[in-house]
């Protein structure tokens, strides 16, 4: 049967493996959680026991700073084991700190900005090519959106009429040094979108009714227009002192906020 | 050579439908044919080589065969971070095609001019680099490559410079394959478009002359058993001295045989001055008559005795 992906288990687990390993980025993490919930529970088509199914839905992490909410998902699938949390960072450990191919669930190497969108298109392209009827998801960050290749897949994913996208944009705001508009002013986000002919649809991305309902509305229509969900999002969603508070890119986690960070979280759970 | 190369893309997708082109809005009247014969394999990418690359992979990891043409100043060098992290990191099957390598495009300049290509990919874990010397070559290149498992980076430079094997040439990955028989103690090894001036330098010295289709792998020790039988080597190439085929074969033989090497390719140096392929040619020393004036003192030292 299908994990629950219940956004606080997420969390936990996020929580649980940025501490083992004394690791960073745990906003970028938390702002995609309900996404990422939404999206192995019930929007991505996959085989639970082959991460590799030649027909599986792919979901790219182009944000591979948030891949601990991914890695979150993957070991509730059981494609990732205990032991990979509890010795995230470790040395010989196969977790890295950003998105990476290698892993079983994970399909493309990020980080380095502005790269998975590109290959979610290229995706998006064989599996249209094919006639499969497989989709691709690409998550993308609102700061990533500063990298001149997102421009470059957006005008050719339209251009390629590929319905079978979706970007998702976890627009949380933020970027590494600052918010968006202080770093570099995206404005109107659904307008770029339209503009360049995607059918987009804003949305409460911790909302996880409302994330369904709009991915359902996108998909609705077999257009030969690309998809884009805006989804507005808090960095840090979750845990009290890290909403909207940038230093959670970078920070990492003392034992007296750990615990604070699993009594907030196993609140949410009551 | 580009008729070489429009014959191999046209077979490699009439042959198997996996195999998509992908340019980066280049080579207008050289895919004719391919447009005409296998226009649902075609893909212009637009003027936006990083996503090119990106989608490449994309399409390569579900199980197609791309094959990426550019110029060899955009592919490899643009998109080197594309190379490394989107395709050669998963070993996916993607060809790439750096045309106008060198200084062909002696008019446009700097940005267009491309000896780095070679060293960038060097130190690129899984990717073969090619530089074929003629049509023949080529051809027998890109078949290999098509067949490859992994990633390959195939170099096309100037197609004008004439033939150096009389029919297809039987290519053996990552060696050296011989041109010309001599019997001079320094033996003479070149890739691409150079190997037709190693060639004559070859007949006029009576040294033994050899290309290399593969600058990554290379054989090491087919090199190191020419080295067991010459005194000195001069490697040629109009690509970087730094990095290239001459840095490969010295870094080759560094543990096991060190050779005294010349390495005739471009120095530290942009080009000054527009002018013709020749002219830029002999900005850079790379000329008949300029390498003639290198390698002959050189290999004097070694004259046979």
């Given at each position: 049967?299908?994990?629950?992906?219940?956004p606080?288990?997420?969390?936990?687990t996020?929580?649980?493996?940025?501490?083992?390993?004394?690791?960073v980025?745990?906003?970028?993490?938390?702002?995609?959680?309900?996404?990422?919930?939404?999206?192995?529970?019930?929007?991505?088509?996959?085989?639970?026991?082959?991460?590799?199914?030649?027909?599986?839905?792919?979901?790219?992490?182009?944000?591979?700073?948030?891949?601990?909410?991914?890695y979150?998902?993957l070991?509730?699938?059981g494609?990732l084991?205990?032991k990979?949390?509890d010795?995230?960072?470790?040395?010989?450990?196969?977790?890295?700190?950003?998105?990476?191919?290698?892993?079983?669930?994970?399909?493309?190497?990020?980080?380095t900005?502005?790269?998975?969108?590109?290959v979610?298109?290229?995706?998006?392209?064989?599996?249209?090519?094919?006639?499969?009827g497989?989709?691709?998801?690409?998550?993308?960050?609102?700061?990533?959106?500063?990298?001149?290749?997102?421009?470059?897949?957006?005008?050719?994913?339209?251009?390629?009429?590929?319905?079978?996208?979706?970007?998702?944009?976890d627009?949380?705001?933020?970027?590494?040094?600052?918010?968006?508009?202080?770093?570099?002013?995206?404005?109107?986000?659904?307008?770029?979108?339209?503009?360049?002919?995607?059918?987009?649809?804003?949305?409460d991305?911790?909302?996880?009714?409302?994330?369904?309902?709009?991915?359902?509305?996108?998909?609705?229509?077999?257009?030969?227009?690309p998809?884009?969900?805006?989804?507005?999002?808090?960095?840090?969603?979750?845990?009290s002192?890290?909403?909207?508070?940038?230093?959670?890119?970078?920070?990492?986690?003392?034992?007296?906020?750990y615990?604070?960070?699993?009594?907030?979280?196993?609140?949410?759970?009551? | 050579?580009?008729?070489?190369?429009?014959?191999?893309?046209?077979?490699?997708?009439?042959?198997?439908?996996?195999?998509?082109l992908?340019?980066g809005?280049?080579?207008?009247?050289?895919?004719?044919?391919?447009?005409?014969?296998?226009?649902?394999?075609y893909?212009?990418?637009?003027?936006?080589?990083?996503?090119?690359?990106?989608?490449a992979?994309?399409?390569?990891?579900?199980g197609l065969?791309?094959?990426?043409?550019?110029?060899?100043?955009?592919?490899?060098?643009?998109?080197?971070?594309q190379?490394?992290?989107?395709?050669c990191?998963?070993?996916?099957?993607?060809?790439?095609?750096?045309?106008?390598?060198g200084?062909?495009?002696?008019?446009?300049?700097?940005?267009?001019?491309?000896?780095?290509?070679?060293?960038?990919?060097?130190?690129?874990?899984?990717?073969?680099?090619?530089?074929?010397?003629?049509?023949?070559?080529?051809?027998?290149?890109?078949?290999m490559?098509?067949?490859?498992?992994?990633?390959?980076?195939?170099?096309?430079?100037k197609?004008?410079?004439?033939?150096?094997?009389?029919s297809?040439?039987?290519?053996?990955?990552?060696?050296?394959?011989?041109?010309?028989?001599?019997?001079?103690?320094?033996?003479?090894?070149?890739?691409?478009?150079?190997?037709?001036?190693?060639?004559?330098?070859?007949?006029?010295?009576?040294?033994?002359?050899?290309?290399?289709?593969?600058?990554?792998?290379?054989?090491?020790?087919?090199?190191?058993?020419?080295?067991?039988?010459a005194?000195?080597?001069?490697?040629f190439?109009?690509?970087?001295?730094?990095?290239?085929?001459?840095?490969?074969?010295?870094?080759?033989?560094?543990?096991?045989?060190?050779?005294?090497?010349?390495?005739?390719?471009?120095?530290?140096?942009?080009?000054?001055?527009?002018?013709?392929?020749?002219?830029?040619?002999?900005?850079?020393?790379?000329?008949?008559?300029?390498?003639?004036?290198?390698?002959?003192?050189?290999?004097?030292?070694?004259?046979?005795?």
């Amino acid at each position: 049967m299908k994990p629950s992906f219940h956004p606080a288990d997420l969390r936990k687990t996020v929580v649980e493996m940025a501490f083992a390993g004394n690791a960073v980025h745990l906003g970028c993490a938390f702002s995609i959680i309900e996404l990422l919930s939404r999206l192995y529970g019930r929007h991505l088509r996959y085989d639970e026991t082959n991460p590799d199914d030649p027909m599986r839905d792919y979901l790219v992490l182009s944000k591979g700073h948030g891949v601990m909410a991914q890695y979150a998902c993957l070991y509730e699938l059981g494609w990732l084991d205990r032991k990979d949390i509890d010795n995230y960072f470790h040395d010989g450990s196969r977790l890295k700190g950003l998105s990476d191919a290698h892993v079983p669930g994970c399909e493309v190497t990020s980080g380095t900005l502005g790269h998975g969108l590109s290959v979610g298109v290229g995706l998006a392209m064989a599996a249209a090519r094919k006639k499969t009827g497989q989709k691709c998801y690409a998550i993308i960050g609102d700061g990533e959106i500063n990298e001149g290749p997102i421009w470059e897949a957006m005008l050719f994913a339209a251009h390629a009429k590929l319905d079978n996208l979706m970007i998702i944009v976890d627009a949380n705001g933020f970027q590494a040094m600052g918010t968006t508009d202080e770093v570099m002013q995206l404005g109107d986000l659904c307008a770029k979108f339209s503009a360049f002919d995607f059918d987009v649809l804003p949305v409460d991305g911790h909302h996880l009714d409302a994330i369904s309902a709009a991915i359902e509305a996108l998909e609705a229509k077999k257009n030969g227009r690309p998809k884009a969900l805006v989804a507005k999002t808090v960095k840090g969603k979750g845990v009290s002192y890290m909403e909207n508070v940038n230093a959670w890119h970078y920070s990492r986690l003392t034992p007296d906020l750990y615990v604070q960070a699993l009594r907030e979280i196993e609140g949410a759970m009551a | 050579m580009r008729t070489a190369f429009s014959n191999a893309l046209v077979e490699a997708a009439t042959q198997d439908e996996r195999v998509v082109l992908l340019t980066g809005d280049h080579g207008y009247a050289l895919f004719d044919e391919f447009r005409k014969r296998c226009p649902g394999q075609y893909i212009n990418a637009g003027i936006a080589e990083q996503n090119m690359v990106g989608v490449a992979a994309g399409l390569a990891k579900a199980g197609l065969r791309p094959i990426v043409y550019g110029l060899s100043a955009f592919i490899p060098v643009r998109v080197l971070e594309q190379i490394k992290i989107d395709v050669c990191y998963e070993k996916l099957p993607v060809v790439f095609t750096g045309d106008g390598a060198g200084l062909v495009y002696s008019t446009l300049g700097t940005s267009h001019q491309s000896f780095e290509d070679i060293a960038c990919l060097r130190s690129v874990p899984h990717i073969e680099i090619m530089s074929p010397c003629d049509a023949h070559e080529l051809t027998a290149c890109m078949r290999m490559a098509l067949r490859a498992e992994g990633p390959v980076y195939l170099r096309m430079g100037k197609a004008d410079v004439g033939q150096v094997h009389a029919s297809l040439p039987d290519l053996r990955r990552g060696q050296l394959v011989r041109v010309r028989e001599g019997h001079h103690p320094v033996a003479l090894i070149a890739t691409g478009s150079m190997v037709k001036a190693a060639c004559a330098l070859g007949d006029e010295l009576a040294a033994s002359v050899w290309s290399a289709p593969w600058i990554k792998p290379l054989d090491t020790r087919q090199v190191a058993e020419l080295a067991a039988g010459a005194s000195a080597f001069v490697t040629f190439e109009e690509h970087s001295a730094a990095g290239g085929l001459g840095g490969a074969v010295l870094e080759a033989l560094s543990e096991t045989r060190p050779l005294p090497m010349l390495r005739v390719g471009i120095g530290e140096r942009f080009s000054q001055t527009c002018g013709s392929y020749a002219h830029a040619m002999r900005e850079h020393g790379l000329d008949l008559a300029s390498v003639r004036e290198r390698v002959l003192p050189f290999a004097a030292r070694w004259k046979a005795s």
